[in-house]
């Protein structure tokens, strides 16, 4: 059996950015064809500088690692914090960076679809991108997406 | 008759499928890979990628905290 995959990534947060990288990861693990639209801050995975530096939110978020009540959220050095507890929390659990699992599902064969609308909208340049990527409008993306088996937002 | 052994132990999803993708994909059709998981989602995830990839399941074995599996590859698509 093999199928194929067609995933929306449109957060660029970093608890939001781990879950289309790893169903990624394991449907090409499947032997299935994998496809990735990184749209709006979705992008933000495939920057090579801003990808090392995903965030934790430590305002308005209620489900974060810890439980930073609102207010204190907003103190400097609150979303570091957070973003450091996340961190930690998944190498404790032998978990790959962000950036590991962008390699494994590129030697897997996963096509990243680059937003050409988000590169225009936030000056986001194809040297400013990981290598590899497709840089594609949501035509070329659907055209690869009619033909997938599941079809995700995340 | 086991050809390859992989651990997984302490690992969660999704590594033991990719690792053990990555193990069965050097394989040749008919040998057979031991896999010992620790991550309970492993008792579900393992049947779906052996079905998935064309491999055969031979056999699972629930031991305390840890399944062993035995995975034959299957022929290639």
Redesign the interface.
Known sequence: ???RLALVASKGTLDQAYPPL?LA??AA????EVGIYFTFFGLDILHKDRLQHLKMASVGNPAGPTQIPTLAGVIPGATAAATAMMKRQMQD????SVAEFID?ARELGVTFFACATTMGVMGVDESDLIDGCQIAGAAAFLDFAAAADVQLYV | MIDEKLDTSGLLCPLPVYKASTVLSRMEPGQVLELVCTDPGSLADIPALARQRGDILRNVEEQPGRQVFLIEKGPVQ
């Open positions: 059996m093999s199928g790893i990861t394991t693990s499947l032997g299935w659990a032998h978990m790959p494994m």
